[in-house]
């Protein structure tokens, strides 16, 4: 799947998501986009996935017709740490995922039952 990591997802993510071609924005040479526009560009460009921690994103944007889909990770914060403990929710996500779908992960802290 080709990912494409939002500006307010650190971009040492990319790492930690295996078997995917995962960019950043600014590697896409996408910085600095309206969440609309972004996710135009990205469905021109081949993207398949936006993975934001945009929380707007779902209620702005209408993804009807859309040829890429949206994970949306809900976390405490957009920090590295936080958000490589959401890894393998997003692999689980990217499996089943569907072109104009929208996926909220909410993070879930290490030993919460």
């Given at each position: 799947m080709k990912v494409l990591l939002d500006e307010?997802?650190?971009e040492r993510l990319r790492g930690r998501l295996?078997?995917?071609e995962v960019h950043s924005v600014r590697y896409?040479?996408?910085?600095?986009?309206?969440?609309?526009?972004?996710?135009r560009l990205a469905d021109e460009a081949g993207y398949g996935?936006?993975?934001?921690?945009d929380r707007g994103i779902p209620y702005?944007?209408?993804m009807t017709g859309r040829g890429i889909a949206v994970i949306v990770l809900r976390a405490p914060g957009n920090d590295i740490h936080t958000l490589e403990q959401m890894t393998d929710a997003v692999d689980?996500?990217?499996?089943?995922?569907?072109?104009g779908e929208i996926v909220l992960l909410e993070y879930s802290a290490p030993g919460a039952l």
């Amino acid at each position: 799947m080709k990912v494409l990591l939002d500006e307010c997802v650190p971009e040492r993510l990319r790492g930690r998501l295996k078997g995917h071609e995962v960019h950043s924005v600014r590697y896409a040479g996408l910085s600095g986009r309206k969440n609309g526009e972004l996710l135009r560009l990205a469905d021109e460009a081949g993207y398949g996935v936006l993975l934001t921690v945009d929380r707007g994103i779902p209620y702005q944007n209408s993804m009807t017709g859309r040829g890429i889909a949206v994970i949306v990770l809900r976390a405490p914060g957009n920090d590295i740490h936080t958000l490589e403990q959401m890894t393998d929710a997003v692999d689980r996500a990217l499996i089943n995922i569907s072109a104009g779908e929208i996926v909220l992960l909410e993070y879930s802290a290490p030993g919460a039952l």
